[in-house]
């Protein structure tokens, strides 16, 4: 009868444990994907921000012509923000017929650079 009862507790007792662990595991487990998603933002802005800088150095500061080597960087930067918005504004920007257009869409680009960062 004794026997019966601590094995009746110590049932009990692994039941219980597995329980409390099960939930933590699962609060955990979901912590781990707050965090795994704020990374994957981080990364999105830290693009986002680098694409702007070598924007400015690039395009803005530029004296003359922009060469093949810093468009294809540029080109590989935009891309990196993985951001359709921006992706279009600097496809409208790079297939822009006249200047006034490309100023106009280089303030479009530029505007939704500083609401991303």
Same mark, same amino acid.
């Given at each position: 009868?004794?026997?019966?009862?601590?094995?009746?507790?110590?049932?009990?007792?692994?039941? =219980?444990?597995?329980?409390?662990?099960?939930?933590?595991? =699962?609060?955990?487990?979901?912590?781990?994907?707050?965090?795994?998603?704020?990374?994957?933002?981080?990364?999105?802005?830290?693009?986002?921000?680098?694409?702007?800088?070598?924007?400015?150095?690039?395009?803005?500061?530029?004296?003359?012509?922009?060469?093949?080597?810093?468009?294809?960087?540029?080109?590989?930067?935009?891309?990196?923000?993985?951001?359709?918005?921006?992706?279009?504004?600097?496809?409208?920007?790079?297939?822009?017929?006249?200047?006034?257009?490309?100023?106009?869409?280089?303030?479009?680009?530029?505007? =939704?650079?500083?609401?991303?960062?």
């Amino acid at each position: 009868m004794m026997q019966h009862k601590i094995m009746s507790l110590i049932i009990a007792a692994l039941v =219980l444990s597995n329980v409390f662990f099960a939930i933590k595991y =699962l609060s955990l487990n979901g912590n781990a994907s707050l965090i795994q998603n704020g990374n994957t933002q981080e990364v999105r802005n830290e693009n986002v921000s680098n694409f702007a800088k070598l924007f400015v150095i690039k395009v803005l500061k530029a004296e003359d012509e922009i060469d093949l080597e810093a468009r294809v960087e540029l080109e590989n930067s935009v891309k990196a923000t993985e951001d359709q918005e921006i992706i279009q504004k600097w496809k409208d920007f790079t297939e822009s017929e006249t200047d006034l257009e490309a100023q106009s869409n280089v303030k479009d680009l530029l505007e =939704l650079l500083v609401n991303k960062i």
